[in-house]
């Protein structure tokens, strides 16, 4: 639940509601915008010159099925926070039961267009389900740490996701702990074991508390303040806070901003605009606009004045799937793009706060254009592509790899972004010619010209069984003072086509058993013989893809490793 800046307001807790509500466009008198003052390139391409991010929150829906919506994201923004995928109630809405569909699908959009993703949100009072609500403090702390090693622990070694909000509106308005069930349920303590399970999930990854009203300097942002600064006098890993920026033109801008982001700055930690709209009461005309633009750009200005300010993500860029109408009655066009897709003075005072020239010259170049792709260990229905890489002014942030079936004609597609000069394409059929191309992209989204093209034929196919395709490392660690360990897997698959459905099975040394469940798997033992087989969310392993698993054991004495893995029968290589 969120509660305005002012006044009562509907609640809501539904999700996708949301995007079937707006699916309707608002209807806006039509206003005639000047045209942008130099928009020259895009939103992030100033940003990145001058350091900052700027992001925009992605619908599920409108990523998967708009390619207007698509065109925006990938060219504006070099950030993206999940709206609702990463939300409790869609990763894991019955216990034990994740569901990373909606999380991959924007994780992997980012990955494409060279966006760092935010993930948000870990522990809220809100779109969290019931069956979490209802815990005992005991079973309720264990969920959580559970949802957080889990959700976590999935993008811990992905390179675009770099941050999470940890812990969510978990003040009231006077500066007070929300009564919220984790509060009543567990205590003020749950704020600080949260942190601490996702800084063990992830050594890397930035960790913060998110809040809304707090922009300014009031009640409710000095509370947060005092609390970041005794978590961190005790040790807990809290490296930011976002302030969500819900705004609205007829409360003002909030006061002393700028004050209020130097002083959560002076306490160490990275501090970031995360949800920002600046809603009008409807209907919208050029007066409104104009004064929503004074704010866009006030907010983008401050961050840019503080060096500890990351960036500033927008609460979606267009009004077509804003969150706003459905939650403040009469309330609306908050965003920088309409309803269909035209930019409004917001975007252009955005885009001149970020390019005022006080910065560096935007990189506006692109890499140099890679090689022709060269094939190797092609079979009946893989092969490996490397190529000459490209050069950048600044550094080539990826590649796209486009494939087309046949010796001619076809159409290019995408089917790979890899971020250095090779990939490996699998799920090929066997004798057939395919075409790739590559180019390059730097982190400001400058994309090269596209490479001259390569022909390969994939093999007859029919062989015997090929070398062996998976590869497990696998740690052991013993526990002090106990007969117990704890056993490590990362499980590769080094073939050249996917993996689906795996089992893995090996012999454990006697005397070794494991202590179920495990994790990131399920396992079971049976004399020394113990096999995995994978959730749902790690059962395809693309060539190259690999999965962390594993669980705790007893042992009587001895802990030796087992020596021969095999998934379907063929021995693994073991390092
Ligand atoms: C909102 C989404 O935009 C809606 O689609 C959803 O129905 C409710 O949540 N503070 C937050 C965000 O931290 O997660 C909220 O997002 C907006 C307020």
Not at 50 to 70: C, D, V
Not at 389 to 414: E, K, M, P
Not at 513 to 535: D, E, F, R
């Amino acid at each position: 639940m969120i509660i305005p800046a002012r006044g009562a307001r509907p609640e809501r807790t539904a999700v996708l509601a949301v995007v079937a509500a707006l699916a309707v466009p608002l209807v806006v008198a039509p206003i005639v915008a000047a045209p942008p003052a130099a928009a020259d390139a895009p939103l992030r391409v100033h940003a990145a010159a001058r350091g900052k991010f700027i992001g925009y929150a992605a619908g599920t829906s409108p990523l998967a099925n708009e390619a207007a919506y698509r065109s925006v994201a990938a060219s504006e923004f070099n950030q993206v926070t999940a709206e609702n995928a990463m939300k409790w109630e869609s990763t894991e809405p019955s216990d034990g039961n994740y569901t990373f569909s909606g999380a991959d699908q924007v994780v992997a959009f980012a990955t494409a267009n060279n966006q760092q993703v935010h993930g948000h949100t870990l522990v809220w009072h809100s779109q969290t389900p019931g069956w979490v609500q209802g815990l005992s403090a005991s079973a309720m702390r264990t969920a959580m740490q559970d949802h957080i090693a889990t959700v976590v622990g999935r993008y811990a070694n992905n390179a675009s996701l770099v941050s999470w909000d940890v812990v969510n509106e978990v003040f009231e308005e006077n500066g007070n702990l929300r009564s919220s069930f984790w509060y009543n349920t567990l205590g003020s303590s749950y704020i600080a074991d949260a942190f601490r399970y996702a800084r063990a999930a992830d050594s890397n990854a930035r960790l913060c508390i998110n809040d809304y009203n707090v922009e300014g300097i009031n009640a409710k942002s000095t509370a947060m303040y005092n609390l970041v600064r005794q978590l961190r006098a005790d040790g807990v890993p809290v490296d930011c806070v976002g302030f969500q920026g819900h705004l609205a033109i007829q409360y003002g801008f909030p006061s002393q901003f700028r004050e209020n982001l130097d002083r959560f700055a002076a306490l160490g930690v990275q501090v970031r605009i995360t949800e920002l709209d600046i809603r009008m009461q409807m209907p919208r005309d050029s007066t409104k606009d104009a004064t929503q633009a004074t704010y866009y750009r006030n907010v983008v200005q401050g961050c840019l004045a503080v060096t500890a300010c990351a960036g500033v993500t927008i609460w979606g860029f267009t009004d077509k799937y804003s969150w706003v109408p459905d939650v403040f009655s009469g309330e609306g066009a908050a965003l920088p793009w309409d309803a269909n897709y035209s930019t409004k003075p917001a975007y252009t005072a955005i885009h001149d706060a970020l390019d005022d020239g006080s910065g560096p010259a935007p990189d506006t170049t692109p890499p140099t254009t890679p090689g022709t792709p060269a094939a190797s260990g092609v079979t009946s229905s893989g092969l490996s592509l490397s190529w000459t890489a490209s050069s950048d002014a600044v550094g080539v942030a990826g590649y796209d790899v486009l494939r087309a079936t046949g010796a001619s004609g076809g159409s290019f597609a995408v089917v790979g972004t890899p971020s250095s000069a090779s990939f490996v394409d699998s799920g090929l059929a066997a004798s057939t010619t395919y075409r790739y191309q590559v180019r390059a992209r730097d982190a400001a989204g400058n994309v090269s010209s596209l490479s001259s093209v390569a022909s390969v034929t994939t093999t007859a196919g029919g062989g015997g069984p090929g070398p062996s395709s998976c590869r497990v490392a696998y740690t052991i660690s013993p526990w002090g003072g106990s007969p117990g360990f704890t056993a490590g897997l990362v499980l590769t698959n080094t073939g050249t086509s996917s993996l689906s459905g795996w089992t893995l099975a090996f012999s454990l040394p006697s005397g070794q058993a494991i202590t179920p469940p495990g994790w990131s798997a399920t396992w079971s033992q049976s004399g020394q013989a113990v096999t995995a087989t994978p959730l749902s969310w790690n059962s395809t392993l693309a060539p190259g893809g690999s999965t962390t698993i594993g669980f705790n054991g007893t042992h009587t004495g001895g802990t030796s490793e087992p020596t021969t893995f095999t998934v379907g029968g063929s021995s693994c290589t073991v390092v």
